[in-house]
């Protein structure tokens, strides 16, 4: 038994539960795609400040949770703890805002957060993601929250929520902090809340402690206070997703845990996942662009939790994503047919048919076992009497009839066995 283990709150996906987190993630990326989003692979570290900027240095995120540390050049990196930051980093770096607008980015891959490890709350989380940057729409806004949703229900999840809500714009931000801080300077907050309340009183309703949360439950709401711009382009956002048919519920009280959303913020939650029910969220960024010293662009995004998303599966008693099986299993018996039915793997994995051999010179007997095992609908057996007399046998493993082929018709037979 080896010592060594797992980082904590780090998870591994082993076969066949692998299969599963792979239909997850490719399934939620192939909405964006679907959409006109683009891939983009971007570093898994970048600069500590450009999350401190572009997060908000007031997050729990920037403040508690990152993995901070200085490379050997005494640079202080840090391990993307979201996928926004990085992606208009990436955008402003390339000139791609200056090119067509909007720019319809999606990603997936892991991020870090050290959190207190709990189910589908993990320190390494696996997200995808999309970003549309450049144009200021509502229907832009629709048709990402769309693309969310889309993809949840085509791994046949049903049971989730689309909350939303509006953070408001710049001009009727900056009047609502000062009423919101007034009202929060009224209670016996302790020191780090009252502290949050000074940096951004945003922070403190997004606080999850119950005594907190039940002092704050009188507090004034954005959705109360919007100017008439930002109320125009909720109403609108609103009015798009019911024409697209996205049911969603108004949610004045979320506060999304970074610092750079405006306007259109959304959350998708499934109550069958318990206290932490979120499985994705997202919003607008208007000012972040010219905040990491780009243009001042507007931009949307979400990120969507594979790990969530598959306990919310798990909670609905749904599966997706077979195991990886093989259609053809070879049996070689002897060194001779081990080199020819490699051979014969080969050309047919070129062709597209998934092959496995056994190995290890194992018996018949266990080698069968093995095929029975893979999944496998055919087995190709011969020992080297059989590939000197030029001859394989194809067995079906389902009914257990076997036949003798010339080896140079296998392949062929194989392929209309198949269809």
Known sequence: MTDFRAPKGVPDYLPPDSAAFVAVRDGL????????????????????????????????????????FADRGERSVTLRPEG?????????????????????????????????PQAG?????????????????????AEVIAVADGGFRSL????????????????????????????????????????????????VLDDKRPAVREMTAAA?????????????????VLAHLDALGVPYVVNPRMVRGLDYYTKTTFEFVHDGLGAQSGIGGGG???????????????GIGFGLGVDRTLLALKAEGKTVGAANRVDVYGVP??????????KLAAALRANG????????????????????????????????????????????????????IAIDAVAAEVRARLG
């Open 29 to 68: 990326l192939g909405a964006a795609r679907r959409a006109g989003y683009g891939d983009v692979e971007l570093p898994i570290f970048e600069d500590t400040a450009l999350f401190a900027r572009g997060v908000g240095e007031s997050t729990d995120v920037v403040s508690k949770e990152m993995y901070t």
């Open 333 to 342: 018996l002897g060194e001779t047919a081990k080199l020819e039915l490699a």
């Open 156 to 203: 046949g999840l049903d049971g989730f929520r689309l909350e939303i809500t509006s953070l408001g714009d710049e001009t009727c931000r900056p009047q609502y902090r000062e009423l919101l801080q007034e009202f929060l300077f009224t209670l016996d907050l302790d020191e780090e809340t009252r502290r949050r309340a000074e940096i951004n009183p945003l922070r």
């Open 284 to 298: 607008r960024y208007d000012g972040l662009m010219s905040q990491l010293g780009g243009q001042d662009l507007s």
């Open 84 to 116: 926004t930051a990085g992606v208009m980093r990436a955008v402003i770096e390339h000139g791609l805002d200056r090119g067509q607008l909007p720019v319809k980015l999606c990603y997936a891959g892991p991020f870090f957060r050290y959190e207190r």
């Open 220 to 236: 004034p709401l954005m959705l109360d206070h919007l100017s008439d711009v930002a109320k125009a382009h909720f109403e609108t």
């Open 353 to 404: 048919i998934r092959v496995d051999l056994s190995y290890g010179d194992r018996s018949l007997k266990a080698s069968m076992r093995g095929a029975d095992r893979s999944g496998a609908a055919i087995a190709l057996v011969a020992g080297d009497r059989d590939i000197e007399a030029g001859t394989v046998g194809v067995k079906d493993l389902g009914t257990g009839e076997q036949v003798d």
């Open 121 to 141: 709350r993990y320190r390494q989380l696996q997200q995808v993601g999309v970003e549309a940057i450049g144009v200021d729409d509502p229907a832009l806004d």
